[in-house]
């Protein structure tokens, strides 16, 4: 796990003031189609902002590599946009720019998204597209999930501390009916 308050310590001195943000997403996918699991997928991103402030001008880097090296080569080059910006800048811009913020948040969950399976969540479209076969004219029955868990952390210079947490369900069902050469679709997403 990335330590950004020793990281954003062995930093300080090369700019006026910084900010670090780590952000770490999980995207998971599952669906079912006709009683069958059809798709499950799991995504990860991670990676770090980098911002600072140089000469009353403001410079951004991003990266994924989050080893020591991989952020200080990130934080350079923030550095260096915002030094050679700086010389065409419209206003100087100072620390006030960015007011200390703290606070810790997580997204209210009735039953962590880490606890339900796979299996149970197939178990529960295969069920669900199951009681979708309500008459021989519907041919496609169709259940989707996307669980988004995604978590920020930022620190700063002068003190800004920031922990969120996010979880994130989404849902589609359709059903599509045909009949000779016509068909309808019905959909409900959650």
């Known amino acids: 796990m990335l330590d950004l308050q020793r990281t954003l310590h062995s930093l300080q001195g090369m700019a006026d003031w910084a900010q670090l943000r780590h952000v770490t997403e999980k995207t998971t996918y599952r ?19 980098v911002e600072v402030l140089v000469g009353g001008h403001f410079g951004y880097a991003g990266t994924s590599d989050l080893s020591d090296a ?9 550095v260096t946009m915002a030094k050679q910006a700086s010389s065409f800048k419209v206003h100087d811009f100072s620390v006030l720019q960015r ?63 920031v922990h969120q ?19 309808q679709t019905r959909t409900d997403n959650g």
């Open 31 to 49: 669906s079912v189609r006709d009683e069958r699991p059809e798709y499950n997928h799991i995504r990860f991103d991670h990676g770090l902002m």
């Open 70 to 78: 991989g952020v200080k080569r990130a934080f350079l080059k923030a």
């Open 99 to 161: 007011p200390v913020a703290k606070g810790h948040y997580s997204s209210p969950v009735t039953r962590p998204l880490d606890a339900v399976s796979a299996k149970e969540i197939s178990d529960i479209f295969v069920d669900a597209t199951k009681a979708m076969k309500i008459s021989d004219k519907i041919i496609n029955r169709y259940a989707m999930t996307m669980i988004v868990e995604t978590e920020f952390s930022v620190v700063s210079t002068h003190g800004s501390e």
């Open 165 to 183: 947490k996010f979880s994130i369900v989404n849902t589609d069902f359709s059903t599509t009916a045909g009949s000779g050469s016509e068909t």
